[in-house]
């Protein structure tokens, strides 16, 4: 089996003399770090999983360690990436029994008020990078607003209907109000593409999954993005683009399996339909896998939403300077309903993958991690980004180093204001015509009051009884569904305890932040050559 594809970094020789600003929570010899994934929930951005390097304890070889903290950053509060001072940062250590993983999917339940963590890589508890026998796990905390994090395994796999027996890998992932989505991957066993799309209902905590067999023109998708919208259809919609889309379950994620972005895969899910893909105009960016992205904007009335991406590979080695290392490392915007693509003038000093983006404040995108991908090849790179990150302002595409907690509103930016002026608002074709009617939103008015007259006495009256009775009712109803929640995760929380965490880390392997053997050098098993889905040696089976 050809293992997933990486970059290799035997003898990681990092430059003596360089030293970068790091975050209060990162090592003073950071090097870079890559393969986190993040969320943000209410004045809390979290990052989690992945590796760190580092020059431990001033070497001049840098070397990973598991990424073995929950890092909370409060967004209340400005900060600049240079410092991000311990005064806002609650960093908790994880539990030794939750598995050391890379590029987890993060969601939030507000049911149940719950972050979870699901599928992801796992890495060898020998310091592989890969484990392919980890159980299917699902792990999750409660929000507070303190930035706490106590992860609690939650019953999955054969203990309720989670529908598959397999660790997802690298599956196109998006989440509403109500649902969580997953579409494709691969399994980590066997690395086999997964024609499968996974739904998680929050009211009942049920999963559901069908296969893509006649839902989609392609069944398996791997390494891209997805993106929910509630602005557009009854229910909202969402957009799956990019990655790999090979043909077959056993086939080849390179270069040629890649999705060309000037098409879109479309889900509405409301009529519970995905439609062929939709294509797009203006300058597509060029095909690539590994990226980050996230959506700002509401789309409704005669208002757009815009969709941003940033990095990500091509599948090949690149080199500083070239058009396409460029064209890597260039912010690209695609908005809606035009379904129109802007390439803007706005370049990163380097492009990067593996890294993960969330939208912080009303208007500011993070970029968090990542390496770019001739790592391998130059082993005197370090992250030019303070700590790693990075933020943009997406009204104004401007990058910089400080997060301001009090910014504007978002506003789509100039660029796509002039893009509507002088262009359709609407695709001049449709893949299929309900997609028309799914995205073309009448403009929102208000209602004018009736002018009849009003009785101030008796409302008033009325509106005071009226208000101590809903209150009353209100909290009566909180206090039930508040306590009904907490039972029904209660009886979904395994009661086994998590075993002590050891005094010392596993010969050989990547170790927690803080510990005594963390200046190990570790010799990752990244492969740069492309990745082969196994073949059909292992059978899986159709779920219904």
Not at 216 to 243: C, H
Not at 509 to 531: C, H, K, Q, T, Y
Not at 535 to 542: C, M
Request: charge should be negative.
């Amino acid at each position: 089996m050809i293992r997933f594809p990486e970059i290799v970094f035997a003898g990681f020789l990092i430059q003596a003399s360089l030293v970068i600003s790091t975050a209060s929570f990162l090592p003073p010899e950071f090097v870079f770090w890559f393969l986190q994934s993040s969320i943000v929930q209410q004045d809390w951005l979290y990052i989690d999983a992945g590796e760190i390097w580092a020059r431990w304890n001033g070497a001049l070889n840098g070397s990973a360690v598991w990424n073995y903290q929950t890092i909370a950053i409060d967004l209340r509060n400005d900060w600049n990436t240079n410092t991000i001072p311990s005064s806002i940062v609650v960093a908790t250590n994880k539990s030794i029994a939750m598995p050391p993983i890379k590029l987890p999917d993060l969601f939030y339940d507000p049911q149940q008020n719950v972050i979870y963590s699901l599928g992801g890589s796992p890495y060898g508890r020998d310091g592989s990078f890969f484990n392919y026998s980890q159980a299917v796990q699902l792990w999750g905390f409660e929000y507070n607003d303190n930035g706490a994090v106590d992860w609690q395994l939650e019953a999955v796999g054969s203990t309720v209907t989670f529908p598959l027996d397999e660790v997802v890998v690298s599956s196109l992932s998006a989440t509403s109000s109500t649902n969580h989505y997953s579409l494709g991957g691969y399994g980590n066993s066997d690395s086999l593409g997964l024609d499968d799309f996974i739904t998680y209902d929050f009211a009942n905590d049920s999963w559901t999954n069908q296969s893509l067999s006649n839902s989609t023109s392609n069944k398996y998708y791997a390494q891209g993005r997805g993106q929910y919208i509630s602005a557009f259809g009854d229910k909202g919609v969402i957009m799956f683009f990019g990655g790999a889309w090979p043909s077959a379950s056993n086939g080849i994620l390179d270069q040629n399996s890649l999705a060309n972005l000037n098409t879109v895969l479309i889900y509405d899910v409301a009529s519970n339909t995905f439609f062929n893909p939709q294509q797009t105009t203006g300058t597509a960016p060029s095909n690539r896998w590994r990226f980050c992205s996230v959506g700002a904007g509401n789309g409704t009335g005669n208002s757009s939403y815009e969709i941003f991406l940033f990095g990500g590979s091509n599948g090949q080695v690149n080199t500083i300077g070239t058009t396409t290392a460029t064209e890597l490392a260039t912010v690209y915007i695609l908005t809606l309903p035009a379904f129109s693509w802007i390439k803007t003038s706005v370049v990163a000093p380097i492009w990067r993958q593996d890294h993960t983006c969330s939208v912080i404040g009303n208007r500011q995108m993070l970029s968090i991690g990542g390496i770019p991908d001739f790592v391998g090849e130059n082993s005197t790179w370090i992250d030019p980004w303070a700590s790693g990150m990075q933020v943009l302002d997406m009204t104004e595409i401007s990058w910089s180093e400080n997060y301001n907690s009090s910014a504007a509103v978002y506003e789509p930016p100039s660029v796509v204001t002039q893009y509507y002026e002088k262009n359709r608002r609407y695709p001049v074709s449709w893949v299929d015509p309900r997609l028309q009617a799914i995205f073309n939103q009448p403009n929102s008015t208000t209602t004018p009051g009736s002018g009849s007259k009003s009785n101030t006495g008796a409302i008033a009256g009325g509106v005071v009884g009226g208000v101590v009775l809903v209150c009353l009712i209100s909290g009566l109803v909180f206090w039930c569904v508040k306590r009904q929640r907490r039972q029904r995760r209660q009886r979904y929380t395994l009661t086994s305890t998590a075993p002590p965490r050891p005094s010392s880390p596993p010969a050989g392997g990547r170790f927690e932040m803080g510990s005594a053997e963390r200046n190990i050098p570790v010799e990752l098993d990244m492969r740069g050559n492309p990745m082969e889905l196994a073949g059909q040696g292992k059978p899986r089976h159709e779920l219904e």
